[in-house]
């Protein structure tokens, strides 16, 4: 009987000291800075300017990089990139 409540109270200890890591690191990341993608860019150089949903496994998108249009089609067994011209 003993052996059992020693047991049940070494696996509440063990279970408030893993939930007080949790809450100091939750804390701990709440001080830091939040990173974000693509802070200080004044311009994105990849954005996604269409989607269409060709059936419900597949979409075609379109996208823009730097300039240059491209076509993605996905959901397929394979994904397919077409480029298809430059923005002037």
Known sequence: MTAD???LGTAAAAL???LGMILL???LLRGLPRLRAGAGRTTAHLRITDTLALDPRRRLHRLECDGHAILI???GTTDIMVPIGHRE
């Open 5 to 7: 409540l020693l047991s």
């Open 16 to 18: 408030l000291g893993v």
């Open 25 to 27: 690191a939750a804390r």
């Open 73 to 75: 089609l996905t959901g």
